[in-house]
């Protein structure tokens, strides 16, 4: 199976910025595409950047320009480095992975336990 570890939430000002990481371990044959999603306090988990296997990036329009995922030279580690923070960034940001445990199998998809973000003016 896959495990996956976040780390790098916290309370922030508005204006700051974090940097999550998201590693995944376990027995598996390998990772295609990593990303983040997030739910913000009354609304629908969205997405919120993701990165392919070989490196091609893709973002939602919120959050463009300011956040920046990339992945680590192991190809199993997700960074999202969250620049100029906002209030409305507040939210529950999740890893997410698509992983297949051999060769022969498809690619499913694993979440992350999800890791606190709170942006404070």
């Known amino acids: 199976q896959v495990q996956l570890v976040e780390s790098g939430g916290g309370l922030v000002q508005a204006g700051e910025s974090l940097r999550l990481s998201c590693a995944a371990s376990?027995?598996?044959?390998?990772?295609?595409?990593m990303g983040w999603y997030r739910q913000c306090p009354g609304k629908q988990r969205e997405l919120v950047a993701s990165?392919?296997?070989?490196?091609?990036?893709n973002y939602s329009d919120s959050v463009k320009g300011r956040f920046t995922v990339s992945r680590g030279s192991a190809k199993n580690t997700v960074y999202l480095r969250l620049n100029t923070l906002k209030l409305e960034d507040t939210g529950v940001y999740y890893c997410?992975?698509?992983?297949?445990?051999?060769?022969?199998?498809?690619?499913?998809?694993?979440w992350g336990q999800g890791t606190q973000v709170t942006v404070s003016s």
């Open positions: 997410n992975v698509g992983a297949r445990l051999r060769y022969t199998l498809p690619y499913e998809t694993y």
């Open positions: 376990g027995s598996f044959f390998d990772i295609d595409a």
């Open positions: 990165i392919t296997s070989s490196g091609i990036t």
